[in-house]
């Protein structure tokens, strides 16, 4: 395999990147001056340096500068959350999203993806385990399943709300729903910040 095909598979194995915008990509990168890559490269090196998984809820966060303890991001360091509040979302995108509506102010869990089927080896790509770790280990009053209304996020939302009701059988909180402020088929990431207000106020 040459080295442009190689950098084209690599890119294709980012999301929503295909062979063609791979291939745009790389002919982009041909006609860049080494200096320029050369600030890529180190870009791309500092993130994996600097950048680290939070230890309860696995936001990314800076390590360079941040006041929060470490293996902690600033939301969970934060002691102005409501600590009682657990939201469990699909990906960072959807935690920017909520964090940007500036109404929900408790914590979050990041599942890392959802999964079409029931199949243990789709459910083994998500953080289940830490889940379970996470609900058992805090006095929640309230876990927000805050999924995505896909077909997937509904097979998820009802493995999550099974493998919080495992962790602890007789829950002392609430497992509540965002309201179908979100359109079904649609994402969180992309909905407007109103409409994600009204979905987190009316949940249930």
């Known amino acids: 395999m040459n080295t442009q095909q190689k950098l084209i598979d690599i890119f294709k194995k980012f999301p929503t990147v295909g062979s063609r915008t791979a291939g745009r990509f ?75 509506t500036k109404k929900y102010n408790g914590l979050y869990f990041i599942l890392g993806g959802t999964v079409a089927t029931m199949k243990k080896e789709d459910i083994s790509q998500l953080r289940i385990n830490e889940l379970k770790k996470r609900v058992s280990q805090n006095s929640f009053s309230e876990v927000v399943i805050a999924l995505n209304p896909t077909p997937e996020g509904r097979t998820t939302s009802v493995l999550v709300e099974n493998t919080i009701k495992e962790a602890i059988p007789s829950p002392a909180f609430k497992i509540t729903h965002l309201a179908r402020g979100i359109p079904v088929g649609g994402e969180l990431e992309y909905a407007d910040e109103e409409t994600l207000e009204s979905a987190l106020e009316g949940r249930k």
């Open 26 to 100: 790389v002919y982009h990168l041909i006609k860049l001056p080494k200096e320029r890559i050369d600030e890529l490269i180190g870009a791309i090196t500092e993130l994996k340096n600097k950048i680290k998984l939070c230890q309860l809820c696995f936001n990314p966060y800076e390590l360079n500068g941040s006041p929060a303890p470490a293996g902690l991001c600033p939301i969970c360091s934060d002691p102005r959350r409501n600590k009682n509040l657990l939201c469990i979302v699909e990906k960072e995108a959807d935690l920017l999203s909520l964090e940007n």
